[in-house]
């Protein structure tokens, strides 16, 4: 899914900045 996907790549974002 789509919305699936984007959430992960929200989250993969977040892990990195901190």
């Known amino acids: ?3 699936q996907l984007k959430l ?3 989250v993969d974002s977040v892990a ?3």
């Open 16 to 18: 990195k900045q901190q």
């Open 8 to 10: 992960f790549l929200m």
């Open 1 to 3: 899914m789509v919305t």
